[in-house]
């Protein structure tokens, strides 16, 4: 038994791996075997892994003060809030930052509530917006919710890539829709071409906030800093983390200054949120991501990596689709996938699942063409049928 297994928590199906350090998109283990990640931890590291710009903004900052608390002003906190709106859809000009992805859904939640005075959030089918009682009173998958039950009352789902579905469910007492704008953990689920717009529109004419969790879809992962900017629609209310911090834990959510306004001080907070060291992380991120010019590259490195998907795997008999957008790749399979995420290991190629028979590809920005041919190689060795010894 490895001692990771003995003093913390069994719940993550672990792979083999004991990882010791990583390098742009790859990790090397602690017998310096090297692997191609294109799990990304969860999709967190898209500049890559120990970014020289984000080690020198941590380094910085470590030597200067780590915590700064919310009823204290910080010059970081400051500069990181305003680099993010200015790469943010038009609108969104003030930020909360808090530690994780499903805090920043909650955030949004709870704004969305207090803004409107309402109590219905609208919610997708197959959706995931996190784990903790907020955020999962918004997802969809019962085997996350139901050992948990009750939740959160006020929670409707409807099908996803359907605006009409949305408009029927519109009560009274509907404060938002919240809304990936790809869906990740089903399966990299793209909307049909207007339905962004559509729900943008339902919104407007329902008086209902729009939220967008860009969780794992924003910062540069679908080829656009947010993914909503393929379809040129921009939320009422943004959830990001994930890639923000350069692989510092971080969430943050953007709202206009009139919604904020709702809050009052004592509404909400977070002892850790906005701390100076994930925020130097932030501003150093934005800078990677702008001047490295991120964005485009996931863009034309993704449509690289599905040409060599589709060139190696077309023929394969046990894949039935390959689909994404960006850096942001599902390989839908006829059979379950987790065998092949085991086997992926073998081939030092390390991979998500989405779903029972889904490969999720979340490499970080800064693959090369020459590590996307390894990947689609060894996907080809990695994708055979199963012999019982696997």
């Not at 393929?230 to 834990?249: C, E, F, R, Y």
């Not at 509404?267 to 991501?289: E, I, K, M, Q, R």
């Not at 490295?292 to 795997?313: D, F, N, P, R, V």
Request: aromatic share 6%; net charge neutral; proline share 5%.
């Amino acid at each position: 038994m490895k001692k990771e297994d003995m003093y913390t928590a069994n719940v993550y199906g672990k792979r083999e791996v004991v990882v010791a350090k990583g390098k742009g998109a790859l990790v090397w283990d602690v017998n310096g075997v090297e692997y191609i990640d294109c799990l990304g931890g969860h999709g967190v590291c898209v500049l890559g892994h120990s970014h020289p710009k984000i080690i020198e903004a941590l380094t910085n900052q470590v030597n200067k003060i780590i915590t700064v608390p919310g009823v204290l002003y910080s010059e970081v906190r400051a500069e990181a809030a305003e680099k993010l709106v200015k790469i943010a859809p038009k609108g969104l000009t003030k930020v909360f930052f808090s530690n994780s992805g499903a805090e920043s859904t909650e955030t949004a939640i709870k704004l969305a509530r207090k803004y409107t005075g309402k109590k219905e959030i609208i919610t997708m089918i197959k959706g995931f917006h996190g784990r903790t009682l907020g955020s999962l009173s918004a997802t969809w998958k019962a085997e996350y919710r139901i050992p948990f039950e009750p939740l959160l009352p006020g929670f409707k789902f409807v099908e996803y890539g359907d605006a009409g579905k949305v408009e029927e469910a519109v009560t009274d007492d509907t404060a938002a829709v919240i809304v990936e704008p790809v869906q990740g953990e089903s399966g990299v689920i793209l909307p049909p071409p207007t339905y962004l717009k559509e729900l943008r529109e339902v919104c407007d004419r329902k008086n209902i906030l729009l939220i967008f969790d860009e969780v794992q879809t924003g910062f540069g992962r679908t080829g656009k800093d947010f993914a909503c900017q393929h379809w040129n629609v921009t939320p009422d209310i943004m959830a990001i983390a994930k890639g923000i911090g350069g692989g510092v834990p971080v969430g943050a959510t953007l709202a206009s200054d009139e919604i904020w306004s709702s809050m009052k001080p004592g509404d909400h907070g977070s002892t850790f949120g906005g701390n100076p060291l994930a925020c130097a992380a932030v501003s150093a991120a934005v800078d990677v991501l702008v001047n490295e010019k991120l964005s485009e590259k996931a863009a034309q490195t993704g449509a690289y990596m599905m040409q060599q998907l589709h060139k190696h795997l077309d023929e394969n008999r046990l894949v039935r689709e390959i689909r994404g957008l960006g850096l942001m790749i599902a390989v839908e399979l006829k059979t379950k996938s987790k065998p092949y995420v085991i086997r992926a290991v073998q081939e030092r190629l390390l991979l998500l699942t989405s779903g029972a028979n889904i490969l999720r590809l979340l490499p970080p920005l800064v693959i090369t063409r020459e590590q996307v041919d390894q990947v689609a190689e060894r996907l080809t060795r990695v994708i055979q049928p199963l012999k019982s010894t696997d």
